[in-house]
T-cell receptor, first 113, second 114 residues
């Protein structure tokens, strides 16, 4: 059974700083890994999706990497802004149940002025 | 223009009642899902439907019955509500069933059972 862990649970950084959010998963037989953003009282927004055959994906200031052998994914946010403040969740899709995502508990990010 | 919309946004009810949450997507997607987010913010899949057919049922109690009248709708009916059902329920959709698909989420329905 896939388990997904995110550390740290919360993170506060000053504006402009580069930061890395970590995601670990137990089962390396993973089809894909997605990073989501959740704003308070709102749904999740998909940020990046990395296929099992890929090692990273980039979108603007965001870069996500996937290392299946070590069971890790990272989300790198460059030049953080207050608008980046949100909870970031990673989720893995397991082999055999392709559309069932197993979520981590998230990292709550606050970017301060 | 909301892609995945669910109603109501808030639902407060007494134990033992029956309630429904509606979900509609206008993205033309084939696959829809229900996820539950508990008080610890842990998100877990409940159901997924593909072209109106049930694909995943994650050992959810029989009191929960999803219904998909068409591809664009996946409603969730809950019988005999219990205190432990209090959570935020998210509807989501994807173009297809495969693992390559991005999920699009609704804004959630916060259910409080008193």
């Amino acid at each position: 059974k896939q388990e997904v862990t995110q550390i740290p649970a919360a993170l506060s950084v000053p504006e402009g700083e580069n930061l890395v959010l970590n995601c670990s998963f137990t089962d390396s037989a993973i089809y894909n890994l997605q990073w989501f953003r959740q704003d308070p009282g709102k749904g999740l927004t998909s940020l990046l999706l990395i296929q099992s055959s890929q090692r990273e994906q980039t979108s603007g200031r965001l870069n996500a990497s996937l290392d299946k052998s070590s069971g890790r994914s990272t989300l790198y946010i460059a030049a953080s802004q207050p608008g980046d403040s949100a909870t970031y969740l990673c989720a893995g899709s397991d082999t055999g149940t392709a559309s069932k995502l197993t979520f981590g508990t998230g990292t709550r990010l606050q970017v301060t002025l | 223009d909301t892609a995945v919309s669910q109603t109501p946004k808030y639902l407060v009810t007494q134990m033992g009642n029956d309630k429904s949450i509606k979900c509609e997507q206008n993205l033309g997607h084939d696959t829809m899902y229900w996820y539950k987010q508990d008080s610890k913010k842990f998100l877990k899949i409940m159901f997924s439907y593909n072209n109106k057919e049930l694909i995943i049922n994650e050992t959810v109690p029989n009191r929960f019955s999803p219904k998909s009248p068409d591809k664009a709708h996946l409603n969730l009916h809950i019988n005999s509500l219990e205190l432990g059902d209090s959570a935020v329920y998210f509807c989501a959709s994807s173009q297809a069933l495969g693992a390559r698909e991005k999920l699009f989420f609704g804004s959630g329905t916060q259910l409080s059972v008193l």
